[in-house]
């Protein structure tokens, strides 16, 4: 009677990464929640989701070096097996399920920095025709919601206009807002081999010292038209969930990342935390927090425990 939030399946963002070829579904040590999987197989992933009521998910492509350039041109090439998996996918699926899409150029720079590198230095102007044309290549393909995750400035009033002018105005802008400098993001760049080849994101992404700044952030992508405002990571960054949810009126979305999920799981694969009572309190909390949209590597496992299923990982 006099519980103040409620977390939904509907809240819930299943992110996936996806990688080519046939009947591949691969774990990843540093973060045995999740898998990359090949298109046939996460099909069967997507169709398990959509069973247990996940119907939100975000994609990553691991991309073959030997594709990699200093202009991320494979991002918005005709033959990208993401692309195309995407269509196959939306063709599948259709309005049953939402498909997010990163926007950022480090899966496909040779460098595996989000921005175009020159002299080892990221170039903010420069990267944005390059988003640009990334975004334009996946509305086509059929993505609902773009999330630029490059934190390049400007880059959301510049791929709102380019989307609206290629008739692509129902597409949403999911802004990763305030995305900070993280040591939070290591799994993530194993499962998908895009660490900065040399230097660091802190020219770009934000120092988690600053709360300020997120504010500032968040009214330039407010102005700029995004459609939500993301916060990430997650957990240690409750007060800018906070603060955003209090200051904004856009819906606010979180990511919980893959360094928060790979603390976790390591715990409980140690016996150190129960994952039935932690996984769940970690996810409302979020939401308690002020998070509509949470991004999370367990929002499977979270519907399994909702209907009473055995965990797929531990
Ligand atoms: C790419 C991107 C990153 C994540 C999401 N998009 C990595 C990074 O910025 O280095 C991290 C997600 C996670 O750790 O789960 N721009």
Redesign the pocket.
Known sequence: MVKETTLSLNNLIQ?LFLVDGNQIKETISS?PVAKRFSLDMMLVEIQECINLGIVNFIL?PSIPEAKKDKIASYSYSEDNFYLQAANTIKAQFGAAIILIS?V?M??YNIDGH?GYVEDGKILNDVTLPILNKMAIAQAEAGFDIL?P???MDGRIGSIRERLDTHGFSDTSIMS?TA?YC?A??????DALD???KAGD?KTY?MDPANKREALFEAQLDDIEGADFLMV??ALHYLDIIHVLKEKFTKPIAA???????AMLCAAVQNGWLNYQHVMPETLMCLRRAGVDAL?T?FAKEYALFQANKPSEWI
Do not use: N, T, W
């Open positions: 992110p973060l990553f990163d950022a480090d899966p989000d999330g995750s490059d934190m990763y995305k993280s939070l993001y290591g799994p993530f760049r895009s660490a900065p994101k992404q990430k990571p990511y919980h990342v893959s360094g928060e999920c991004i590597y």
